[in-house]
């Protein structure tokens, strides 16, 4: 089978694991939810009401409050009234007064229209519990040049840059990017944004002084590979069930509720976060190798794009550990994985010779967790795909 076959088969395979994964965690909270339920012999019909109402005031006050900070970034960042569909809305704290009794009456009466049996309210209590996770996780969606320390400059900043991005992003038929550097020596390469349009791409500077021009074209062609291929919207589709299960998990370890609450949903969303995190974490390998494939079509040079990952793996290894650890919030996002592969050993002992215990198994697990949810292709083996692709095309 080609590579390029090969490609699209885990493509699709992932999409299909992913898919079913999302049917059998939102069937998982469905019957949690019933089963709970079915436990409460009075009252089950107020406390779903409230408890939806109340789940589904926390996402539009989340959605209200993202609106406001993007609004306010880019406008008035001090104003304390943020104008609306020609509405006034003041601080969010004042939303949910009027919004809690509004959405809590629209259920109430939805559910006694209907009909107040058990399959419909666990069917409204879950849909609200998963809305208002899904608000408050997404929320921060866009905070990734934040996080990454970059800042958008002008093409007479970096015409070097420039110059490669917009005859890359010509290749590609995609909008020119705005280029964004950050001061960090860890070779960050990224490109941030769901839509083409907005993409940004993100380059260090340690990026850009390792590099040649041969070969930022070709890391700049990897990812804007990404945007034509619309990578973003496809591992943001894709990672929906792992936010998901990894929210409300997150939130249960700090609920109080007795464990006949707590317990089953935790089972539910633990097995969820975990297999998802798997599924999603091959889908992204192989979003990498189709994003090297078509770099190396785009520039016809696989061996440029080959020496860049080798130039980079090389200086991450040269980095000390606190560097990787301050970039590792957008390992999975950049051109190559910045998180080490194993722990750090230290040795013990008054002369240092000691090694620390179960340190064989230690790395075993490591070399276990890192097969399993890795982002990204190891580098030696996405050079020796490249490596058969410029033989293939001789």
């Known amino acids: 089978m080609s590579p390029s076959r090969l490609l699209r088969l885990q493509l699709v395979v992932s999409i299909v694991l992913l898919v079913g994964l999302t049917l059998a965690f939102l069937c998982g909270i469905w019957l949690v939810s ?160 769901l839509r083409p349009g907005t993409v940004h791409l993100v380059l260090s500077l340690g990026t850009l002084r390792a590099l040649s021009d041969d070969e930022l074209e070709a890391v700049i062609a990897h990812e804007l590979a990404h945007v034509a291929n619309r990578d973003a919207m496809v591992m943001t589709a894709a990672s929906v ?43 992204s390998r192989a979003r990498e190798r189709a994003a090297d494939r078509a770099a190396a079509e785009a520039t016809g040079s696989p061996a440029a794009l080959a020496s860049a990952l080798q130039t980079l793996d090389d200086r991450i290894d040269e980095l000390p550990s606190q560097d990787l650890r301050a970039v590792s919030s957008v390992s999975s996002l950049s051109i190559l994985s910045l998180e080490e592969e194993t722990g750090e050993k230290l040795m013990l002992g008054p002369d240092g010779d000691v090694e620390p215990s179960y340190w064989w198994l230690r790395t075993r697990l490591q070399r276990l967790s890192n097969w399993l949810f890795r982002t990204h292709p190891s580098t030696p083996s996405r050079i020796e795909s490249l490596k058969t692709l410029a033989g293939e095309s001789r």
């Open 241 to 283: 069930p792992v936010v998901l299960a990894e929210g409300i998990r997150t939130r249960l370890d700090d609920d109080s509720s007795g464990a006949v609450v707590t317990v089953p949903l935790a089972a539910v969303a633990s097995a969820t976060a975990l297999l998802g995190r798997v599924v999603t974490a091959g889908l």
């Open 34 to 193: 019933y089963g709970l339920l079915e436990l409460l012999e009075t009252g089950a019909l107020e406390v779903v009401t409230i408890g939806a109402a109340a789940s589904l005031t926390v996402a539009a006050v989340a959605g209200l409050g993202a609106v406001r900070g993007r609004r306010g970034s880019d406008r008035l960042p001090r104003r304390r009234l943020t104008e609306l569909g020609g509405v006034l809305l003041p601080s969010t704290a004042v939303h949910a007064v009027w919004i809690f009794p509004v959405v809590w009456f629209l259920i109430y009466m939805t559910v006694v229209f209907v009909a107040p049996n058990s399959q419909v309210l666990a069917t409204i209590g879950s849909a609200s519990l998963l809305a208002a996770i899904a608000a408050l996780e997404y929320r921060h969606v866009g905070t990734i040049e934040q996080a990454a320390g970059a800042v958008p400059i002008a093409p007479d900043d970096a015409p070097r840059v420039h110059q490669i991005a917009t005859r890359v992003a010509t290749l590609y038929d995609v909008p020119v990017p705005t280029i964004a550097v950050s001061d960090r020596e860890a070779p960050e390469a990224m490109a941030v944004g």
